[in-house]
């Protein structure tokens, strides 16, 4: 059984000199193109829905907190540039003692007094939110702010996000 009939043979081999010189062609076409550009291992993919919102003020580090205590985070997305400490604090002027949470551990001031207070404990965010996570078998990863998604969770959430396993009010 023949499924093409073909009474003129064909002659290929008559433009072997053609095809030739054009696989050469794009042979060093492609080579000219790896040595200039390189390679890109890397995998673009865009999909879904991609929402950009900016959170005003603080990062939600309280509301993170309450989340991570009742069990309700599955995943805990941490910056790398997210340098934050929770201290305690002792002013020698009034008195005054407390919790806070600061940037920057340089000339914190009291809130009663204005005087320089003095710690007696600090905490950095990450390791103390890391500890409470293993507690709750909630999953950590902490991004690198070089990543585009790193600079968002920074930009976007100050940092600190969690992705929920259930919702909460």
Do not use: W
């Not at 000339?107 to 507690?135: F, R, T």
């Amino acid at each position: 059984m023949e499924i093409f009939k073909y009474k003129k043979p064909l002659s290929l081999m008559s433009k072997s000199k053609r095809f030739g010189l054009l696989s050469v062609t794009v042979l060093i076409f492609a080579l000219g193109l790896i040595i200039g550009k390189g390679f890109n291992y890397g995998i673009d993919f865009a999909g879904g829905t991609l929402i950009q919102v900016q959170y005003e003020g603080d990062a939600p580090i309280k509301e993170v907190r309450k989340a991570l205590e009742m069990g309700a985070v599955d995943t805990l997305l941490l910056s790398d540039a997210l340098r934050q400490y929770k201290i305690d604090v002792i002013c020698p002027s009034c008195g005054y003692s407390g919790k806070m949470i600061v940037k920057d551990l340089e000339n914190i001031k009291c809130p009663k007094c204005s005087s320089p207070l003095n710690i007696k404990e600090k905490h950095d965010i990450i390791e103390e939110y890391s500890e409470m996570a293993k507690q709750t078998s909630t999953k950590v990863e902490i991004i690198s702010r070089e990543t585009e998604e790193g600079e968002t969770l920074l930009k976007a959430f100050g940092g600190i996000a969690g992705i929920l396993r259930y919702r909460i009010d």
